[in-house]
């Protein structure tokens, strides 16, 4: 597939992504069409495919997930463009980590409760020492 089948407003999103595994994968694709989790570890070395799928999902682009044979004759899982009408300019970085403060603060005020499913959960922050809890920054 040659660059100028896409459409411009794509080629622009895919230009500002500066995840490295994303841009193999979305390269790889607009070169040969797809790109299988076999080519993944063994043509860049990635040990967990399915994290680099996720990283051009988590920068905007749309990927659709089907199946192949390996050359081995397994099923194994290949990616595709989706509906490039459906790209999500707002999240060309990615995930976004919280900060520690932010998330102690949530912490705190929710007296370590989900706020969906009331469930009880433990502090990252507090770890074990000796018996007793310490504030871990």
Not at 7 to 13: A, S, V
Not at 98 to 104: D, G, H, N, S, Y
Request: net charge positive.
């Amino acid at each position: 597939m040659a660059k100028n089948k896409f459409p411009k407003e794509f080629l622009e999103q895919i230009a500002s992504i500066t995840n490295k595994r994303a841009k193999i994968v979305i390269e790889h694709i607009m070169k040969h069409g797809h790109i299988t989790t076999e080519d993944l570890e063994t043509k860049y070395g990635y040990s967990h495919p399915p994290r680099a799928a996720r990283d051009v999902r988590e920068s905007g682009i749309p990927l659709e997930t089907f199946k192949v044979k390996s050359k081995q004759g397994k099923s194994i899982a290949a990616y595709k463009f989706g509906d490039l009408n459906q790209i999500q300019k707002n999240r060309v970085e990615g995930r976004i980590a919280f900060p520690k403060k932010l998330k102690k603060q949530l912490y705190e005020q929710s007296k370590g409760h989900c706020s969906i499913c009331r469930g009880v959960f433990e502090d990252r922050y507090l770890q074990i020492d000796q018996g007793a809890f310490q504030i871990v920054a």
